[in-house]
């Protein structure tokens, strides 16, 4: 439980980093572009993450399409920082996730479960690096969740550029 607060506080943390970082593309802790990924520095150099934003959503409620107000839908894998991560995987949907809900990450054959808490979502503990060689094979990883509201949602996001961007995140911030 412990460790689940621990990855709960440092999601929040970087949520409020990098939301903020992805959002003005400008930004002086980008640091590099690979096709649909992007890696950034946090003001402490230590921690560094590869963030990309979904190129296809849909909404649904009672099997129909519905349009729906989410703020920023971003994938995180995130080194360093003060839990010294290496490789985590963190994504926020936007929206409060339904308590008690988990989140489908599907990258072709492979489905993973990760929890939820408010707004984000993270794997169990021991399949982020599984998760991220999957990523490294895959061609896109689709989320699939529920909102608080009751909403499914679906966000696919294109793996183009994540080896690239990944390999720099871990390379800058690595201990």
């Known amino acids: 439980m412990a460790l689940k607060l621990a990855r709960v506080a440092a ?53 129909r399409v519905v349009a729906v107000r989410r703020s920023e839908i971003q994938l995180f ?5 003060s839990n010294d991560a290496k490789g ?6 936007g929206y409060p996730f339904a308590p008690g809900s988990t989140v489908n990450m599907a990258i072709g054959d492979s489905q993973f479960e990760l929890f939820t808490e408010g707004e984000w979502a993270w794997p169990v503990e ?25 909403t499914q949602t679906k966000d696919t996001f294109s793996l183009l550029g994540f080896t690239a961007a990944v390999e720099d995140a871990e390379k800058r911030c690595s201990k």
């Open 88 to 93: 985590a995987i963190s994504f926020t949907g």
């Open 77 to 81: 894998v995130t080194f360093g920082g």
């Open 11 to 63: 999601g929040l943390c970087l949520a409020a980093l990098a939301t903020t970082a992805f959002a003005q593309e400008t930004s002086n802790n980008r640091v590099a572009a690979n096709v649909d990924w992007s890696v950034f520095e946090g003001d402490n150099p230590a921690e560094c993450w590869g963030v990309s934003a979904p190129k296809e959503t849909v909404n649904t409620r009672d099997g």
């Open 126 to 150: 021991g399949e982020d690096l599984k998760i991220i060689t999957a990523m490294k094979r895959g061609a896109n990883a689709v989320m699939t969740a529920r909102s608080a509201r009751g």
